[in-house]
Every structure is written in structure tokens, then in C-alpha cells.
T-cell receptor, first 114, second 109 residues
Framework: NAGVTQTPKFQVLKTGQSMTLQCAQDMNHNSMYWYRQDPGMGLRLIYYSASEGTTDKGEVPNGYNVSRLNKREFSLRLESAAPSQTSVYFC?????????????FGEGSRLTVL | GQQVMQIPQYQHVQEGEDFTTYCNSSTTLSNIQWYKQRPGGHPVFLIQLVKSGEVKKQKRLTFQFGEAKKNSSLHITATQTTDVGTYFCAGPGTYKYIFGTGTRLKVLA
């Protein structure tokens, strides 16, 4: 049972390059989320998808796009990377109808933009 | 907008000492969650509190939800080196769950 899988785990980009972070969950969860984590800033929500076919902006969506490809997969795209996007990115999922609304996180993708 | 603040930001304790982190919300929360993130790892769910004044225990960890449902605390009794990490509280908000800034705990053996 893999849970939430993110790829790649590490990436170095040059300013202006584009890339896509991939996320997949095998728990049949409806909701998926992308967070970024910066030192001293906690976890900030970038985008989320409450269900397949829907996506919504979170707290810090500028510079990012997302695609909910199907129920399992939720990708995050940086069209033109900037040094301010250097961060650790976490994908998470949450099942509907669960008792606790627990967020399950992937292991993270560490992105450096030079 | 809604804010969730945590104090302290850092805490160093000697192994065996107790540790407490506090979480305060600018608005009333329907529930609050706590997560632990080990160094270099990802956040892992610990517990959810729902009721006003609720207290839950997990071995050496005691979680409390305030009567007004605007604050919460996590207390660890007799810390161990395995308790090292960052502890986050999270409350539901406009953008789904709003995470506090976290308290980083270091335990000195």
C-alpha cells in the first residue's frame, strides 16, 4: 500500500524553466492538495481538488497550475520557475466520509530554482 | 483572514523533561488536528479533536481543545529522542486546512 506517491523527489531548475510535479494516491480518496513548505512558514496550500474534475486556488496559487487527471492523480506545474519557488512541495489526499478528515502526505519534492 | 499561530517556534529540552506547544486560532474552529513531521520527513497525522474542552491521550502525548474552540495544546511527558521533530496544528478554514507555523522540538540526550 503506497499511499501518496510524489515524483520527482529532488529537482534543480534554472529560472524560467518549466516542470511538472506528479502525485498519485491509491486510497481512492476524493480530495487532493498541493502544499509548499518554507522554513518558518509552515505549510501553505497552493491548490486543491475537492473531487475529480474540480480544482480550486489555495492560499498561494500564483505561478502554479494544476491538473486533476483522474481520481488518482493530481499534478502541479510551474510554467516559468522563479527562485521564490524554491521550496519543499507536498501532495496530500483526504478521503470523503472518513471520521477524522485525516490528510495523508507524500514524502515531498524538494525543488531548487537557481 | 483566518490565522493559526503556534508558540513557541523552537524548543530544546533535555531528555526526560516535559514539552508543551500551544496553538491559537483567530476564529472558532469546528475541529483541530495535530501532525508530526520528523526531520527531512513528511507530516503525519496524530489526532483530531472535535468537542469543546476535549482531552485525548496517546501514551505520553496529551492533546487538549479549548473550551472556546479557539486554542489547543499538545503536551509530551518525559520526552524521548524519538519525539524530535516539528509539531503542527491545523484547523479548517477557507482554504481547507490552515496549518500553524509549527513548533520544532529538539531533545538533548
Amino acid at each position: 500500500n503506497a499511499g501518496v506517491t510524489q515524483t520527482p523527489k529532488f529537482q534543480v531548475l534554472k529560472t524560467g524553466q518549466s516542470m511538472t510535479l506528479q502525485c498519485a494516491q491509491d486510497m481512492n480518496h476524493n480530495s487532493m492538495y498541493w502544499y509548499r513548505q518554507d522554513p518558518g512558514m509552515g505549510l501553505r496550500l497552493i491548490y486543491y481538488s475537492a473531487s475529480e474534475g474540480t480544482t480550486d486556488k489555495g492560499e498561494v496559487p500564483n505561478g502554479y497550475n494544476v491538473s486533476r487527471l483522474n481520481k488518482r492523480e493530481f499534478s502541479l506545474r510551474l510554467e516559468s520557475a522563479a527562485p521564490s519557488q524554491t521550496s519543499v512541495y507536498f501532495c496530500a489526499s483526504m478521503g470523503s466520509g472518513t471520521n477524522t478528515g485525516e490528510l495523508f502526505f507524500g514524502e515531498g519534492s524538494r525543488l531548487t530554482v537557481l | 483572514g483566518q490565522q493559526v499561530m503556534q508558540i513557541p517556534q523552537y524548543q530544546h529540552v533535555q531528555e526526560g523533561e516535559d514539552f508543551t506547544t500551544y496553538c491559537n486560532s483567530s476564529t472558532t474552529l469546528s475541529n483541530i488536528q495535530w501532525y508530526k513531521q520528523r526531520p527531512g520527513g513528511h507530516p503525519v497525522f496524530l489526532i483530531q479533536l472535535v468537542k469543546s474542552g476535549e482531552v485525548k491521550k496517546q501514551k505520553r502525548l496529551t492533546f487538549q481543545f479549548g473550551e472556546a474552540k479557539k486554542n489547543s495544546s499538545l503536551h509530551i511527558t518525559a520526552t524521548q529522542t524519538t519525539d524530535v521533530g516539528t509539531y503542527f496544528c491545523a484547523g479548517p478554514g477557507t482554504y481547507k486546512y490552515i496549518f500553524g507555523t509549527g513548533t520544532r522540538l529538539k531533545v538533548l540526550a
